[in-house]
């Protein structure tokens, strides 16, 4: 900037040189702006400026564009980008916020899953996961792979059932088209014995009733199984 008022001072500020310093002024302002993350740079860039064509306006031997027309147009753009980077700053300091708040209510929503003492998925439209809790699978790096593969991509890869995982998959499918909660009853044979479940598959709409994810939830119900057979029996 000091060196194209010095360049314009010396030709006295011949038209070229006064729009020179118009757009070398312009430009870096808008530089600054790019790098800048409060006010306090970009004023001292457009205070320096007026500074430095004062200067110049003062030892110039003589010119040809008015100082008044020149300072004019210098304060325009000054307001311009001045007024640009405030208003710049107040958009990122408000997406800043909206995205600090829905880190902080996404970390409640997990931790609230966490805690929960069932087994809990999150799934897109197309059955595949999201996010599965520390209940449902306990290896960190497993709960990684799983991402988004459905439940019968899983199985397969795991050399699992794939009937099951993909009557799980038919079920979200569903509740993505029906839009309503689809419960599911499983018998899975363990080393144990037989292990029974009932899976619960939940739509998660927007205002407009458009599925955006569905929530799974498995529940052990074998000890509850056990109790109804020996009641019978009995």
Excluded at 70 to 85: N, Q, R, T
Aim: with cysteine.
């Amino acid at each position: 900037m000091a060196w194209t008022v010095t360049l314009a001072a010396l030709n006295q500020f011949s038209g070229e040189y006064s729009l020179s310093v118009l757009f070398v002024y312009a430009l870096f302002g808008g530089i600054v702006i790019l790098g800048a993350d409060s006010m306090a740079p970009v004023l001292s860039f457009l205070a320096t400026g007026f500074v430095l064509l004062g200067a110049g306006v003062w030892a110039a031997p003589g010119r040809e564009t008015s100082p008044l027309v020149l300072g004019s147009g210098m304060a325009d753009v000054a307001l311009f980008e001045a007024v640009a980077h405030w208003w710049g700053l107040s958009m990122r300091n408000s997406l800043k916020t909206q995205r600090d708040e829905l880190r902080r209510s996404r970390d409640q929503q997990r931790q609230m899953i966490e805690q929960l003492p069932m087994e809990m998925a999150v799934f897109d439209t197309e059955a595949r996961f999201q996010y599965v809790n520390e209940r449902a699978v306990g290896d960190p790096a497993v709960r990684e792979q799983l991402v988004r593969l459905t439940n019968e991509g899983y199985c397969r890869r795991h050399d699992l059932d794939v009937a099951l995982g993909r009557r799980r998959d038919e079920s979200i499918r569903e509740v993505v088209e029906t839009k309503s909660i689809n419960r599911l009853r499983e018998t899975i044979e363990t080393d144990e014995g037989p292990r029974h479940y009932l899976r619960i598959h939940v739509p998660i709409t927007d205002p407009d009733r458009t599925v955006r994810k569905v929530v799974g939830g498995g529940l052990d119900i074998t000890e509850r199984k056990e109790r109804e057979r020996d009641f019978r029996a009995r």
